[in-house]
């Protein structure tokens, strides 16, 4: 037998019953080793160079499973695609079966993660790597995962108690767009959460194959002490779907099952979601918004409870600035109540990309314009940049970030490494 087939690897698995499918893993894979179909998210063993860069981010532990294999014998894709739930390790039989045994060689051990584009030279740039994976160092104790996926766990009963449009009617034809705020109260049942964090809905009903709807992620929108303050409920920000990424027609089924529900309804959550993508605390802290449609959600939390503290009278807090870009003002969520906050608590930047008559103007765009405004900032350890919205506007926006930095003299890696360190850059796209 070649030694080669004798190799045991240690395999790198999703499991499929834990993940919400928040597409955090596959976005911030410095080698491009994690897929997805419309079910599972997977881990090519062919690419994956166990750099761990994925473990951390994983806001519910699915991504830290292992297996050990024969080399020849790793899960492919196809098979993991497949899965309902992860198959039990080898035992130390089936291993000998397989040709494995004691004196196989030493399982692959992690190795270091790629080096930045800047280091190696190439052209790519990977925007990702610059997430912090920590949040702020002032940040309130995040509770997560206090209600399960898995069936032999718990899901708590939410029910309804608002379901509004928070977007216009288009005024072009085609302007197929429908966005609702939705509340949901817990009831006596703890469900605590902070600003930045999510949760997953579980919709009723089974998909084409029969199997139970898998969780749907959704940006709590409402701040710590709820949307109705001194209840125990919270908001989403959510968009009806109606075609996927290709531009064909489909009615998202978490989507669509949550802008339908009418008051009194009852829906199954579990989570909370999330310890990183939280907000400073420290008074003299400074935060920087930058979003696109539903990624509103956790900036509409934010400001929120900064607008709260103030109108308390117990919170003196930095610069508020919030980045928000829509195709039009009719799909911009919340836009008439963000016309209404005092210019002295927030500064204001909206962006439109499809309004007739006018040149595309995209959030990177406003980024570049207030490079004077924002350049202390990138610089400033009390200041924190958040980016929320769909995963094509990540990269122009740390590009922009970056072209401010190095137009000022500086350098981005130095920069961006100490952003990510101290918890000030956080990503978060779908």
Not at 360 to 386: G, H, I, M, S, W
Request: hydrophobic residues 35%.
């Amino acid at each position: 037998m070649d030694m080669s087939d004798a190799a045991v690897i240690k395999q790198h698995l999703i499991d499929p019953e834990i993940c919400i499918r928040c597409n955090t893993c596959e976005a911030i894979c410095p080698v491009g080793a994690i897929t997805h179909d419309s079910r599972n998210y997977v881990v090519d063993a062919g690419k994956c160079n166990l750099c761990m860069d994925c473990i951390s981010p994983c806001p519910t532990g699915s991504i830290d499973n292992w297996r050990t294999m024969p080399k020849v014998r790793a899960w492919t894709i196809e098979d993991q695609l497949g899965w309902d739930e992860l198959p039990a390790e080898l035992s130390p039989e089936q291993l000998a079966e397989a040709g494995v045994g004691a004196d196989a060689p030493a399982a692959v051990e992690p190795v270091m993660p790629a080096l930045p584009a800047a280091v190696t030279g190439e052209t790519a740039f990977h925007s990702a790597q610059y997430g912090a994976t920590l949040p702020p160092w002032s940040a309130a104790h995040a509770y997560t995962n206090l209600y399960g996926p898995k069936a032999a766990e718990k899901t708590i009963t939410a029910t309804v108690t608002g379901n509004v449009r928070v977007t216009e009617v288009g005024r072009t034809a085609g302007s197929d767009y429908d966005t609702h705020h939705i509340v949901l109260d817990f009831g006596a049942m703890p469900f605590p959460v902070l600003e930045g964090q999510s949760i997953g809905i579980v919709p009723p009903g089974t998909d084409d194959k029969g199997r139970p709807h898998h969780a749907r992620q959704y940006s709590i929108a409402s701040p710590r002490n709820g949307e109705r303050p001194g209840y125990n409920n919270l908001s989403l920000t959510i968009k009806r779907v109606l075609e996927d990424h290709q531009g064909r027609p489909v009615r998202g089924v978490g989507s669509n099952y949550m802008c339908d529900l009418q008051v009194g309804d009852k829906v199954q959550v579990i989570g909370p979601f999330g310890s990183s993508f939280l907000m400073p605390n420290h008074p003299r802290s400074h935060i920087v918004m930058i979003c696109t449609g539903t990624g509103s959600a956790p900036m509409r939390a934010m400001t929120e409870w900064r607008r709260r503290l103030r109108q308390s009278g117990k919170f003196e807090g930095g610069k508020l600035m919030l980045f928000f870009g829509a195709r039009t003002q009719e799909e911009l969520p919340y836009f008439g109540p963000l016309q209404n906050l005092p210019k002295d608590f927030i500064d204001i930047e909206f962006t439109f990309s499809r309004n007739p008559g006018q040149p595309k103007r995209y959030v990177q765009d406003a980024l570049r314009e207030r490079a004077a405004d924002l350049l202390p900032l990138l610089t400033d350890p009390n200041a924190c940049f958040y980016v929320c919205g769909l995963k094509a506007m990540e990269e122009g926006v740390v590009m922009a970030l970056r072209e401010i930095v190095q137009k000022a003299g500086l350098d981005w890696d130095t920069v961006g490494a100490a952003m990510k360190r101290e918890g000030r850059l956080h990503l978060e796209t779908y």
